[in-house]
């Protein structure tokens, strides 16, 4: 199994640009999370899905924010308009029988 | 809601060291697990542990979950210089994990 896929690894765009974050997660996991990373506030989980259908958002900071499961080998993560503020790095998990595999992530720089 | 923390922040140990690490908590969990960062990836899985006072070993890395179920610890032995990372301790409430702040360990040659 290859693991839980996100794209790209690194993002740079400039403020107010839409930003599209992928991920694809392992094989027959039914749980999908995104988590945001940052040195100041640590791991943060912004929305998690089951079975596609999204279960929690509350963690999404704004309306700017959104997130999509069309089917269950694929998630978006999307920010628009993007802020210098949204910098971090984006984790996608999937839920097995043992707990998260992470993905390894997507840096987002806005400038 | 939920918080976890863990001590201490960072530490600086030299190779061939014992260490030790905990999480705790003011709430009370049914799953604990351990994770670990390297730079530039996503955490990965060490240990789970999933009923209290149980202890679990992985290689080098014990761990064990609190007989109150409000805390857990990992020690590693004999450290070698790829134990470097980010330690995460996370702990399960309803189909979600939230995880501590993290300890950050170093190790000198």
């Known amino acids: 199994d290859a693991g839980v896929i996100q794209s790209p690894r690194h993002e740079v765009t400039e403020m107010g640009q839409e930003v599209t974050l992928r991920c694809k997660p392992i094989?027959?996991?039914?749980?999908l999370f995104w988590y945001r990373q940052t040195m100041m506030r640590g791991l943060e989980l912004l929305i998690y899905?089951?079975?596609?259908?999204?279960?929690?958002d509350s963690g999404m900071p704004e309306d700017r924010f959104s997130a999509k499961m069309p089917n269950a080998s694929f998630s978006t993560l999307k920010i628009q308009p993007s802020e210098p503020r949204d910098s971090a790095v984006y984790f996608c998990?999937?839920?097995?029988?043992?707990?998260?595999?992470f993905g390894s992530g997507t840096r987002l720089t806005v400038v | 809601g939920q918080q976890l923390n863990q001590s201490p922040q960072s530490m600086f140990i030299q190779e061939g060291e014992d260490v030790s690490m905990n999480c705790t908590s003011s709430?009370?969990?049914?799953?604990w697990l351990w994770y670990k960062q390297d730079p530039g990836e996503g955490p990965v899985l060490l240990i789970a542990?999933?009923?209290?006072?149980e202890l679990t070993s992985n290689g080098r890395l014990t761990a064990q979950f609190g007989i109150t179920r409000k805390d857990s610890f990992l020690n590693i032995s004999a450290s070698i210089p790829s134990d470097v990372g980010i330690y995460f301790c996370?702990?399960?409430?309803?189909?979600?994990?939230?995880f501590g702040p993290g300890t950050r360990l170093s190790v000198l040659p």
């Open positions: 094989s027959g996991h039914d749980y």
């Open positions: 998990a999937s839920r097995g029988q043992y707990g998260y595999t």
């Open positions: 709430s009370i969990f049914n799953t």
């Open positions: 542990l999933y009923k209290a006072g």
């Open positions: 899905f089951n079975n596609n259908v999204p279960i929690d």
């Open positions: 996370a702990g399960q409430y309803g189909q979600n994990f939230v």
